[in-house]
């Protein structure tokens, strides 16, 4: 089946610890996206990828890293430095130009900090 | 850059009434609207979606409506089922790669 895959599906972080966040995806689609949920509210864009070896800042970067090594793969990392990590991460991924493509969802993680 | 605001926040309606969710956009260079559901736990998924070369556009029970010159647009819901239920998120693209910026969202509760 093609599709978006996130794993894991809940994660529990200590304080002070780096987690990463895995996004595999199918589809090959060119552009991969990270969002951030929290509850009551919208999506807000972290991360985002184009093309592979080269990605950009979103709206809410701080504390975050990504990186772009294969076409199908765009694992999110947690740091320490994000303050407030507690949130529903949501991977996403589109076509790319020209297709004015729309965005297609995994399930995403829910991470806690304990 | 792109704001997209998103009324109300919270809908209930009747089951078999219809359902309309309204939302804003700030950047007239925006040129693709998306719909998504999203049910407790779960990604967003896309539902229906309209790019700003056309005014309307209809699947099912499901509708979705443009005015470019307001910078508006409309998520239509009619014969709502209990199924129906879920947060519904409008979303707005000024680029061809898809990047999104999200409404709030809207919880709506279809009683039967």
């Known amino acids: 089946d093609g599709g978006i895959t996130q794993s894991p599906k809940y994660l529990f972080r200590k304080e002070g610890q780096n987690v990463t966040l895995s996004c595999e995806q199918n589809?090959?689609?060119?552009?991969m996206y990270w969002y951030r949920q929290d509850p009551g509210q919208g999506l807000r864009l972290i991360y985002y990828s184009q093309i592979v070896n080269d990605f950009q800042k979103g709206d809410i970067a701080e504390g975050y890293s990504v990186s772009r090594e294969k076409k199908e793969s765009f694992p999110l990392t947690v740091t320490s430095a994000q303050k407030n990590p507690t949130a529903f991460y949501l991977c996403?991924?589109?076509?790319?130009?020209?297709?004015?493509?729309?965005?297609?969802f995994g399930q995403g993680t829910r991470l806690t900090v304990v | 850059g792109e704001n997209v605001e998103q009324h109300p926040s919270t809908l209930s309606v009747q089951e078999g009434d219809s359902a309309v969710i309204k939302c804003t956009y700030s950047d007239s260079a925006s040129n693709y609207f998306p719909w998504y559901k999203q049910e407790l736990g779960k990604g967003p998924q896309l539902i229906i979606d309209?790019?700003?070369?056309?005014g309307e556009k209809k699947d099912q029970r499901i509708a979705v409506t443009l005015n470019k010159t307001a910078k508006h647009f409309s998520l239509h819901i009619t014969e709502t089922q209990p199924e129906d239920s879920a947060v519904y998120f409008c979303a707005g693209s000024t680029d061809s790669w898809g990047k999104l910026q999200f409404g709030a969202g809207t919880q709506v509760v279809v009683t039967p």
């Open positions: 589809l090959n689609h060119d552009a």
């Open positions: 996403a991924s589109s076509m790319g130009p020209g297709v004015m493509g729309a965005a297609f």
């Open positions: 309209i790019r700003s070369n056309v």
